[in-house]
C-alpha cells in the first residue's frame, strides 16, 4: 500500500530527482515562467512555495536554508529582496500552473508554472 507516501518520483533517484527542482527553482525564480511537464510542474510547486515561505521569514537561518537549494548569488538576493516581500500579506499559493499542449515527440502534457 501506498499510504502516507507523498511525493513523484518521477523515474529519478533521489540525488537526481533533487538536483531536478534545484536547477528548476532557480530557473523559475529568474525567469518566474518556466515550461516543463506537469507532474513536474506539480512537484515543482511544492519546492517552491517553501523557499518563498523562507523568504518571506528573511532571517539569516532562512537565508541558509534556502541557500541550499537555489544557485547563484544574486538570485538569491533576488529571492529574498524582491520575491519575499511581494508576496508578504499572502498565506499562500504564490504559483500558479496552468495546462499547455501536448509535446510533440512523445505527447506528454506540458504545462507552465509561474509566480502569482
Known amino acids: 500500500?501506498?499510504?502516507r507516501k507523498r511525493g513523484r518520483k518521477l523515474g529519478r533517484t533521489?540525488?537526481?530527482?533533487?538536483?531536478?527542482?534545484?536547477?528548476?527553482a532557480t530557473a523559475l525564480f529568474e525567469h518566474?515562467?518556466?515550461r516543463t511537464t506537469l507532474p513536474k510542474c506539480k512537484e515543482l510547486r511544492r519546492v517552491a512555495e517553501k523557499l518563498i515561505t523562507l523568504a518571506k521569514r528573511g532571517d539569516l537561518t532562512a537565508r541558509r536554508q534556502a541557500a541550499k537549494m537555489i544557485h547563484g548569488t544574486n538570485l538569491h538576493y533576488t529571492l529574498f529582496d524582491d520575491i519575499g516581500p511581494r508576496?508578504?500579506?499572502?498565506?499562500?499559493g504564490y504559483t500558479?500552473?496552468?495546462r499547455g499542449e501536448l509535446r510533440r515527440g512523445d505527447g506528454a502534457q506540458m504545462g507552465y508554472?509561474?509566480?502569482v
Open 14 to 24: 533521489t540525488s537526481h530527482r533533487t538536483a531536478l527542482f534545484r536547477n528548476q
Open 1 to 3: 500500500m501506498r499510504h
Open 96 to 98: 500558479r500552473i496552468i
Open 87 to 92: 508576496y508578504q500579506d499572502r498565506s499562500g
Open 32 to 34: 518566474e515562467q518556466i
Open 113 to 115: 508554472i509561474q509566480l
